[in-house]
């Protein structure tokens, strides 16, 4: 895919053009290269009408991807995704009759037990698909106490994740919210239990610990529109979460670009963010693994963070303009010390004063550039420039023998009256302030390096 070969050449001019030593360099683009070689092998199974083809299509677009769509010939009925990185083996589970199901779950334990040329067991996580429309998985217990679990090889409960499709027709279509495209609570409340009543089962018949989560990944027919998904961004986020953490970039391109199809969700957690986190986590343990960088690995990824950004755009939110990209991400997930949150400046006020990262104060600041500033004709480029900057700024201040002067006063200056603009919905007058704040930080960063 193109914006996989962009995403990976942007990442690799960060580095190259990175304004740190040499040595540092070549760690980071030893670290990378041996990052882009990594291949995400992601087992989907589950019995017959259980919505498999429909969850590979919204997660990952895989409709699009049909040229590279085979039966694998060692283990025949089982088709193979290539997506880039991300290769998918979708597997027939149990239901089909006697002698299917023998030779589905003979395939499926031929295919869990290979290796790769490394000698690591070739599949990093089995989705194990329930059918959420009906009352009776026993044939789906099957498929995971005798023919999954007893093949998953060391960390079991880290390999195998298990997701209760169907979630609107749990009930038999009674109590789903379809204007809102959700469960009322008496749905919420079955579909808790039964999550629940899952995790037991398998737990008793196995001894493994599974994460179980519900979610609908919304009906669609070849060349038809889908459906809107539920909980779509919370599957993706445990698929990501359990998958090893120098595996995971792979998946930035691959997700589905259709923002439609990751808008709605239980909420019972920011999974948004946690995709962000885990894009992070890998950035930073094993992208800059070695090397002695510290703090300035957010502002390294710059450019690999837009095309990120946009890649994942429509499942991370549109958190303050490029932010969301894999790289500056880091400086507000790991919270370095020069100011963390993406605000940079903002933030390092927050700071001066104890304020939490998701303060009253930044949360309006970050909503401002979201909605209003990015929309703005010159707004991008403002952004643009201020996280080319910022950082840097942030750093002058915290050396200055007077930082918490100077942090007072841009608060009393310019942020407190930012604020009041934006609460009077006077957006144009923040925009206003915020340059004249900037440009009075260019000015005085001068006599500061001097």
Not at 5 to 13: G, H, N, P, S, V
Not at 228 to 246: G, V
């Amino acid at each position: 895919m193109k914006d996989n070969k962009r995403f990976l050449d942007a990442m690799e001019a960060d580095i190259m053009n990175a304004d740190i030593p040499d040595s540092e360099k070549n760690k980071l683009m030893k670290n990378f290269l041996s990052l882009k070689e990594q291949k995400i092998n992601l087992m989907i199974t589950g019995a017959t009408g259980c919505g498999k083809s429909s969850t590979i299509n919204a997660l990952f677009n895989a409709e699009k991807a049909k040229v590279g769509v085979g039966v694998d010939p060692e283990t025949m009925d089982i088709e193979k995704y290539e997506l880039d990185n991300l290769i998918l083996w979708d597997s027939p589970g149990l239901g089909d009759g006697k002698e299917a199901d023998n030779r589905h779950a003979k395939n499926i334990i031929k295919k869990l037990n290979e290796r790769d040329e490394h000698g690591n067991l070739l599949i990093d996580l089995v989705l194990v698909i329930l059918d959420g429309s009906t009352r009776d998985l026993g044939t789906s217990y099957e498929l995971i106490n005798s023919v999954i679990a007893p093949n998953l090889g060391e960390d079991k409960d880290k390999r195998i994740l298990v997701a209760i499709n169907q979630a609107d027709m749990a009930m038999k279509g009674r109590y789903w919210n379809y204007n809102e495209n959700k469960p009322e609570p008496q749905l919420v409340k079955f579909l808790d239990e039964k999550a629940i009543s899952v995790q037991r089962r398998i737990k008793e018949g196995t001894g493994i610990n599974v994460e179980t989560i519900y979610y609908s990944a919304g009906f669609k027919e070849e060349g038809m529109e889908q459906n809107r998904p539920y909980n779509l961004s919370k599957l993706l986020y445990y698929i990501i979460k359990f998958t090893p953490k120098e595996k995971r970039l792979s998946f930035v391109e691959n997700i589905n670009r259709n923002e439609e199809m990751w808008k709605d969700n239980d909420d019972l957690k920011d999974y948004r963010k946690g995709i962000v986190e885990s894009f992070g986590e890998t950035v930073v343990e094993c992208a800059a693994k070695g090397a002695d960088i510290g703090e300035n690995i957010g502002s390294i990824f710059g450019r690999a963070g837009e095309v990120a950004g946009r890649a994942i755009g429509g499942v991370v939110g549109t958190v303050v303009g490029t932010v969301v990209g894999v790289g500056k991400a880091i400086g507000r997930i790991f919270k370095p010390t020069t100011g963390s949150g993406g605000c940079y400046i903002t933030t390092a006020v927050c700071e001066e004063y104890m304020k939490p990262d998701d303060c009253y104060e930044l949360t309006k600041f970050r909503n401002f550039r979201d909605n209003w500033l990015k929309y703005q004709p010159d707004g991008q480029k403002l952004i643009d420039k201020y996280y080319k900057t910022a950082p840097t700024i942030v750093k002058s201040i915290n050396k200055r023998p007077n930082r918490k002067e100077i942090y007072h006063y841009l608060n009393n200056t310019y942020l407190s009256k930012c604020l009041l603009c934006i609460e009077k919905k006077e957006n144009e007058k923040c925009k206003i302030l915020y340059i004249e704040m900037m440009e009075y930080l260019y000015k005085e960063q001068k006599k500061w390096t001097k």
